[in-house]
Antibody, heavy 117, light 106 residues
Framework: QVQLHQWGAGLLKPSETLSLTCALS????????WTWIRQPPGKGLEFIGE???????NYNPSVKSRVTISADTSTNQFSLRLSSVTAADTAVYYC???????????WGQGTLVTVSS | EFVLTQSPATLSLSAGERATLSCRAS??????LAWYQQKPGQPPRLLIY???NRATGIPARFSGGGSGTDFTLTISTLEPEDFAVYYC????????FGQGTKLEIK
């Protein structure tokens, strides 16, 4: 059974860097894209970016200048870094597996990241 | 800009009733549309992909239909655990999600 477990700092000050990691268990890292999606409190879902096992990466232009996604296939983990955060980056961040080219079938439990001075 | 518009924003029904949720795309997406259910404090749960294919473990009371620009998610007989927020989603414009329909207990 595929499971995604994520962790990272939940409280940041403006201008700091958000850092989250997601670990895959029960499945293979290869042949899929591994993604980060966020959801501001009470709002909808926004795709941030994705990475596959060979290091191919795609970022949403809305955050492209600030985001870095990386992966360690030896440990089946992938990570998100978002620099220069502001209050607008306050959200629950999810890791997820992309399947079939466009939908997300397995999700992490979510991490609430709050940006506040 | 590609947009998915869900209606209604809120749907108030009772357990045992039938629920029909709509999702309209601003341009044709063929059948490449997914539906998710989200409960408070939980991640979204994939229900439907390819417009009408139930994901693994999803009960048969959930069904999806439509193609092109107009899609529906139908819950044939509502169970208490079905009251949640539902989102549709497509690949375009960086995996756009609709704004959601809240299915609440009447």
């Amino acid at each position: 059974q595929v499971q995604l477990h994520q962790w990272g700092a939940g409280l940041l000050k403006p201008s700091e860097t958000l850092s989250l990691t997601c670990a895959l268990s029960g499945g293979s890292f290869g042949a899929y894209y591994w993604t980060w999606i966020r959801q501001p409190p009470g709002k909808g879902l926004e795709f941030i970016g994705e990475i596959n096992h060979s290091g191919s990466i795609n970022y949403n232009p809305s955050v492209k200048s600030r985001v870095t996604i990386s992966a360690d296939t030896s440990t089946n983990q992938f990570s998100l870094r978002l620099s220069s955060v502001t209050a607008a980056d306050t959200a629950v961040y999810y890791c997820a597996r992309k399947y079939g080219g466009y939908f997300f079938d397995y999700w992490g439990q979510g991490t609430l990241v709050t940006v506040s001075s | 800009e590609f947009v998915l518009t869900q209606s209604p924003a809120t749907l108030s029904l009772s357990a045992g009733e039938r629920a029909t949720l709509s999702c309209r795309a601003s341009q044709s997406v063929s059948s490449s549309l997914a539906w998710y259910q989200q409960k408070p404090g939980q991640p979204p749960r994939l229900l439907i992909y390819g417009a009408s294919n139930r994901a693994t473990g999803i009960p048969a009371r959930f069904s999806g239909g439509g193609s092109g620009t107009d899609f529906t998610l139908t819950i044939s007989t509502l169970e208490p655990e079905d009251f949640a927020v539902y989102y549709c989603q497509h690949l375009s414009n960086w995996y756009t999600f609709g704004q959601g329909t809240k299915l609440e207990i009447k």
